[in-house]
Antibody, heavy 119, light 106 residues
Framework: EVQLVESGGGLVKPGGSLRLSCAASGFTFSGYNMNWVRQAPGKGLEWVSSITGRGTYIYYADSVRGRFTISRDNAKNSLYLQLNSLRAEDTAIYYC????????????WGQGTLVTVSS | EIVLTQSPATLSLSPGERATLSCRASQSVSNYLAWYQQKPGQAPRLLIYDASNRATGIPARFSGGGSGTDFTLTIGSLEPEDFAVYYCQHRSNWFTFGQGTRLEIK
């Protein structure tokens, strides 16, 4: 059974940093492109960042480029998102999501971890 | 950049009724469109991919159709657990989502 379990969320002050983790199981982690998607309170879904299976290619939404860093450790079956220079508008639930083989959609999602940026 | 517009924003129906949700793309996306269901406090769940293919474990009352710019998600006979928010999604430059349709009990 595919499982994705996020952790690392919490309350942080504007300008602060946080590191999110996603532990994957039930599939060959290195064979899949992985993603972070966020959802602000009461709002819709927003793609944040993607990384290919071996970490060769990395992509960011314009809204987070230069502040967030995605990475993965295939030996540990884990995906990460380093959040720096946080702003109030980064407040959201952050989901880890596995991309389909053709990278056209997300076939599995974690339960999410809440990041709150507030003074 | 492709924009996905969902309608209606809110749909009020009763259990047993048929639901039809719409997603329109600002330019052709061929059949590269997915639908997700999100219940309160839960992560989204993939329902339909490539416009008309049901994901694993999705009941047959869910069906997707369309191609090009106009797509529909149809729920044949609403069950109580189907009342949720539904999003369409396409990957062009990157992953783009519609703003969502809230399906509520009338």
């Amino acid at each position: 059974e595919v499982q994705l379990v996020e952790s690392g969320g919490g309350l942080v002050k504007p300008g602060g940093s946080l590191r999110l983790s996603c532990a994957a199981s039930g599939f060959t982690f290195s064979g899949y492109n992985m993603n972070w998607v966020r959802q602000a309170p009461g709002k819709g879904l927003e793609w944040v960042s993607s990384i290919t299976g071996r970490g060769t290619y990395i992509y960011y939404a314009d809204s987070v480029r230069g502040r967030f860093t995605i990475s993965r450790d295939n030996a540990k079956n884990s995906l990460y998102l380093q959040l720096n220079s946080l702003r109030a508008e980064d407040t959201a639930i952050y989901y880890c999501a596995r991309a389909s083989n053709n990278w056209n959609y997300y076939d599995y999602w974690g339960q999410g971890t809440l990041v709150t940026v507030s003074s | 950049e492709i924009v996905l517009t969902q309608s209606p924003a809110t749909l009020s129906l009763s259990p047993g009724e048929r639901a039809t949700l719409s997603c329109r793309a600002s330019q052709s996306v061929s059949n590269y469109l997915a639908w997700y269901q999100q219940k309160p406090g839960q992560a989204p769940r993939l329902l339909i991919y490539d416009a008309s293919n049901r994901a694993t474990g999705i009941p047959a009352r869910f069906s997707g159709g369309g191609s090009g710019t106009d797509f529909t998600l149809t729920i044949g006979s609403l069950e109580p657990e189907d009342f949720a928010v539904y999003y369409c999604q396409h990957r062009s430059n990157w992953f783009t989502f519609g703003q969502g349709t809230r399906l509520e009990i009338k």
